[in-house]
Protein backbone atom coordinates (compact mmCIF):
# COMPACT_ATOMS: atom_id res chain seq x y z
CA UNK A 1 0.00 0.00 0.00
CA UNK A 2 0.89 3.24 -0.68
CA UNK A 3 0.38 6.72 1.54
CA UNK A 4 -1.78 9.63 0.43
CA UNK A 5 -0.63 12.94 1.02
CA UNK A 6 -3.16 15.72 1.31
CA UNK A 7 -2.81 19.31 1.43
CA UNK A 8 -4.35 20.58 4.55
CA UNK A 9 -7.00 23.43 3.85
CA UNK A 10 -6.71 26.33 0.96
CA UNK A 11 -3.51 28.63 0.93
CA UNK A 12 -3.68 31.79 -0.30
CA UNK A 13 -1.36 34.28 -1.70
CA UNK A 14 -1.12 38.19 -1.74
CA UNK A 15 0.99 40.11 -4.33
CA UNK A 16 1.61 43.87 -4.32
CA UNK A 17 2.78 45.29 -7.05
CA UNK A 18 3.87 48.93 -7.04
CA UNK A 19 1.71 50.75 -9.76
CA UNK A 20 2.40 54.04 -12.20
CA UNK A 21 -0.17 55.63 -9.98
CA UNK A 22 -0.62 56.96 -6.58
CA UNK A 23 -2.82 53.54 -5.95
CA UNK A 24 -1.61 50.36 -5.78
CA UNK A 25 -2.54 47.07 -7.02
CA UNK A 26 -3.51 44.46 -5.28
CA UNK A 27 -3.88 40.89 -6.83
CA UNK A 28 -5.35 37.87 -4.79
CA UNK A 29 -4.78 34.63 -6.25
CA UNK A 30 -6.45 31.61 -4.07
CA UNK A 31 -5.73 27.86 -5.04
CA UNK A 32 -7.53 25.05 -3.22
CA UNK A 33 -5.24 22.27 -2.27
CA UNK A 34 -7.73 19.57 -0.67
CA UNK A 35 -8.06 17.69 -3.64
CA UNK A 36 -4.27 17.58 -4.24
CA UNK A 37 -2.73 13.74 -3.78
CA UNK A 38 0.24 11.97 -4.63
CA UNK A 39 1.80 8.66 -2.82
CA UNK A 40 5.54 7.74 -1.49
CA UNK A 41 4.32 9.07 2.22
CA UNK A 42 4.33 6.70 5.42
CA UNK A 43 0.62 6.85 7.10
CA UNK A 44 0.83 9.03 10.16
CA UNK A 45 3.54 11.44 8.87
CA UNK A 46 3.37 15.48 8.80
CA UNK A 47 5.40 17.81 6.82
CA UNK A 48 5.53 21.59 6.09
CA UNK A 49 6.32 22.83 2.72
CA UNK A 50 7.01 26.32 1.14
CA UNK A 51 5.07 27.25 -1.55
CA UNK A 52 6.64 30.53 -3.34
CA UNK A 53 4.95 32.08 -6.11
CA UNK A 54 6.25 34.83 -8.29
CA UNK A 55 3.81 37.05 -10.56
CA UNK A 56 5.38 39.85 -13.29
CA UNK A 57 3.11 42.39 -14.40
CA UNK A 58 3.48 44.17 -18.11
CA UNK A 59 6.13 46.00 -17.35
CA UNK A 60 7.98 43.51 -16.29
CA UNK A 61 8.19 44.08 -12.62
CA UNK A 62 7.38 40.83 -9.98
CA UNK A 63 7.11 40.10 -6.75
CA UNK A 64 7.63 37.09 -4.90
CA UNK A 65 5.32 35.81 -1.55
CA UNK A 66 5.88 32.41 -0.01
CA UNK A 67 3.32 30.19 2.08
CA UNK A 68 4.00 27.35 4.49
CA UNK A 69 1.33 24.54 4.16
CA UNK A 70 1.01 21.36 5.95
CA UNK A 71 0.80 18.17 4.16
CA UNK A 72 -0.83 15.38 6.32
CA UNK A 73 -0.35 11.50 4.90
CA UNK A 74 -3.28 10.38 5.06
CA UNK A 75 -3.56 6.29 5.61
CA UNK A 76 -4.58 4.43 2.36
CA UNK A 77 -6.98 2.08 0.87
CA UNK A 78 -5.64 -1.23 -0.82
CA UNK A 79 -7.48 -2.77 -3.92
CA UNK A 80 -7.28 -6.74 -4.28
CA UNK A 81 -7.70 -8.92 -7.69
CA UNK A 82 -11.34 -8.88 -8.41
CA UNK A 83 -13.53 -11.40 -8.00
CA UNK A 84 -15.11 -12.14 -11.66
CA UNK A 85 -18.62 -14.10 -11.86
CA UNK A 86 -20.12 -16.38 -14.93
CA UNK A 87 -22.77 -14.63 -16.67
CA UNK A 88 -25.68 -13.82 -14.92
CA UNK A 89 -24.83 -15.69 -11.88
CA UNK A 90 -23.95 -15.00 -8.68
CA UNK A 91 -21.83 -17.86 -7.08
CA UNK A 92 -18.79 -17.42 -6.05
CA UNK A 93 -15.99 -19.53 -7.77
CA UNK A 94 -13.34 -21.54 -5.81
CA UNK A 95 -11.08 -18.95 -7.32
CA UNK A 96 -12.33 -15.80 -5.99
CA UNK A 97 -12.58 -17.77 -2.93
CA UNK A 98 -8.86 -18.20 -2.59
CA UNK A 99 -8.34 -14.33 -3.35
CA UNK A 100 -11.40 -13.44 -0.39
CA UNK A 101 -9.81 -16.15 1.95
CA UNK A 102 -6.13 -16.14 1.22
CA UNK A 103 -5.44 -12.65 0.15
CA UNK A 104 -8.60 -10.33 1.80
CA UNK A 105 -8.78 -12.68 5.34
CA UNK A 106 -5.49 -12.90 6.09
CA UNK A 107 -4.88 -8.78 5.44
CA UNK A 108 -8.15 -7.87 7.24
CA UNK A 109 -7.43 -9.53 10.75
CA UNK A 110 -6.44 -6.22 12.21
CA UNK A 111 -9.23 -5.04 14.21
CA UNK A 112 -8.45 -1.37 12.23
CA UNK A 113 -9.52 -2.14 8.82
CA UNK A 114 -12.72 -2.52 6.74
CA UNK A 115 -13.52 -4.59 3.80
CA UNK A 116 -15.60 -3.17 1.18
CA UNK A 117 -17.10 -5.35 -1.52
CA UNK A 118 -18.55 -3.49 -4.48
CA UNK A 119 -20.85 -5.34 -7.29
CA UNK A 120 -21.12 -5.02 -10.70
CA UNK A 121 -22.34 -6.57 -13.63
CA UNK A 122 -21.79 -5.99 -17.30
CA UNK A 123 -24.32 -4.26 -19.52
CA UNK A 124 -25.30 -7.71 -21.55
CA UNK A 125 -26.07 -9.28 -18.20
CA UNK A 126 -29.86 -9.26 -16.67
CA UNK A 127 -30.43 -6.65 -13.95
CA UNK A 128 -31.55 -9.66 -11.71
CA UNK A 129 -31.32 -12.83 -10.77
CA UNK A 130 -34.80 -14.61 -12.89
CA UNK A 131 -37.26 -12.57 -13.61
CA UNK A 132 -38.17 -10.74 -10.02
CA UNK A 133 -35.13 -11.97 -8.42
CA UNK A 134 -32.47 -10.06 -6.12
CA UNK A 135 -30.47 -7.66 -7.90
CA UNK A 136 -27.24 -9.95 -9.82
CA UNK A 137 -24.55 -6.47 -8.80
CA UNK A 138 -25.72 -6.30 -4.72
CA UNK A 139 -26.32 -10.47 -4.75
CA UNK A 140 -22.39 -10.76 -5.65
CA UNK A 141 -21.11 -7.93 -3.19
CA UNK A 142 -23.39 -10.09 -0.31
CA UNK A 143 -22.18 -13.17 -1.76
CA UNK A 144 -19.02 -12.72 -1.59
CA UNK A 145 -19.00 -11.36 1.87
CA UNK A 146 -20.50 -14.67 2.95
CA UNK A 147 -18.02 -16.23 2.06
CA UNK A 148 -15.41 -13.75 4.12
CA UNK A 149 -17.92 -14.39 7.33
CA UNK A 150 -18.36 -18.52 6.94
CA UNK A 151 -15.34 -19.23 5.77
CA UNK A 152 -13.13 -16.84 6.73
CA UNK A 153 -14.87 -15.99 10.13
CA UNK A 154 -14.45 -11.82 10.05
CA UNK A 155 -16.78 -10.41 11.74
CA UNK A 156 -20.19 -9.35 9.71
CA UNK A 157 -19.42 -5.42 11.15
CA UNK A 158 -15.63 -5.22 9.42
CA UNK A 159 -17.49 -6.09 6.07
CA UNK A 160 -19.37 -3.15 4.09
CA UNK A 161 -21.40 -3.70 0.52
CA UNK A 162 -21.88 -1.46 -2.43
CA UNK A 163 -23.13 -2.03 -6.05
CA UNK A 164 -21.86 0.17 -9.00
CA UNK A 165 -24.96 -1.34 -11.97
CA UNK A 166 -22.77 -1.48 -15.44
CA UNK A 167 -20.28 0.65 -14.54
CA UNK A 168 -16.97 0.06 -16.23
CA UNK A 169 -14.53 2.35 -13.93
CA UNK A 170 -12.61 1.31 -12.51
CA UNK A 171 -11.04 -0.33 -15.07
CA UNK A 172 -10.82 -4.37 -14.16
CA UNK A 173 -7.67 -5.48 -12.22
CA UNK A 174 -5.46 -8.46 -13.38
CA UNK A 175 -7.30 -11.21 -11.92
CA UNK A 176 -5.25 -14.47 -10.47
CA UNK A 177 -7.62 -16.45 -12.16
CA UNK A 178 -5.79 -18.65 -15.40
CA UNK A 179 -9.33 -18.93 -17.12
CA UNK A 180 -9.75 -15.20 -17.10
CA UNK A 181 -6.73 -14.02 -18.22
CA UNK A 182 -8.24 -13.72 -21.65
CA UNK A 183 -11.62 -13.18 -21.26
CA UNK A 184 -13.99 -13.35 -24.58
CA UNK A 185 -17.28 -11.33 -23.90
CA UNK A 186 -17.84 -8.01 -21.39
CA UNK A 187 -19.68 -10.40 -18.64
CA UNK A 188 -16.18 -12.64 -18.43
CA UNK A 189 -14.52 -9.00 -17.58
CA UNK A 190 -17.13 -6.77 -15.91
CA UNK A 191 -19.22 -9.18 -14.05
CA UNK A 192 -17.19 -8.70 -11.22
CA UNK A 193 -16.53 -7.77 -7.14
CA UNK A 194 -14.06 -4.95 -6.17
CA UNK A 195 -12.46 -5.85 -3.09
CA UNK A 196 -11.00 -3.01 -0.87
CA UNK A 197 -9.27 -2.80 2.51
CA UNK A 198 -9.61 0.52 3.99
CA UNK A 199 -8.29 1.50 7.18
CA UNK A 200 -11.80 2.47 9.74
CA UNK A 201 -10.49 6.34 10.36
CA UNK A 202 -9.52 6.87 6.35
CA UNK A 203 -10.83 9.78 4.42
CA UNK A 204 -10.36 8.17 1.10
CA UNK A 205 -12.90 5.58 -0.29
CA UNK A 206 -12.83 3.62 -3.40
CA UNK A 207 -14.74 6.04 -6.39
CA UNK A 208 -18.08 3.59 -6.57
CA UNK A 209 -18.03 3.46 -2.63
CA UNK A 210 -21.41 5.61 -2.73
CA UNK A 211 -23.57 3.68 -0.61
CA UNK A 212 -22.17 1.51 1.48
CA UNK A 213 -24.20 -0.60 3.81
CA UNK A 214 -23.47 -3.02 6.09
CA UNK A 215 -24.85 -6.82 5.65
CA UNK A 216 -27.97 -7.85 6.50
CA UNK A 217 -29.22 -9.98 9.42
CA UNK A 218 -30.16 -12.61 6.84
CA UNK A 219 -26.96 -13.78 5.23
CA UNK A 220 -27.21 -15.68 2.43
CA UNK A 221 -26.37 -19.88 3.34
CA UNK A 222 -23.27 -20.45 4.01
CA UNK A 223 -20.94 -21.55 0.61
CA UNK A 224 -18.88 -23.99 0.32
CA UNK A 225 -15.60 -23.35 1.63
CA UNK A 226 -13.48 -24.93 -0.66
CA UNK A 227 -10.91 -22.70 -2.62
CA UNK A 228 -9.74 -25.55 -4.98
Keep these: MHGITKLSNSAALIFVLAAPSLAQAQQKSTFDTSTLKY ?28 TKITVNCE ?16 QVNACSKGILMDQVAAAAASAGYTVILIGHR ?46 KKPVPTSVSCPEFIAPNTDADWYGRVEVYLVPKDGKYLPENAKHLASLPPDMPPAPGCSAR
Design 39 to 66: QGCAPGQSKTVTATVTVTDQNGRSASRS
Design 75 to 90: PPYERFPDLIFAKNDA
Design 122 to 167: AEEESATIGNFGPQLDQTRALNAAAVLVSCARLKPSAIRIDSAGTA
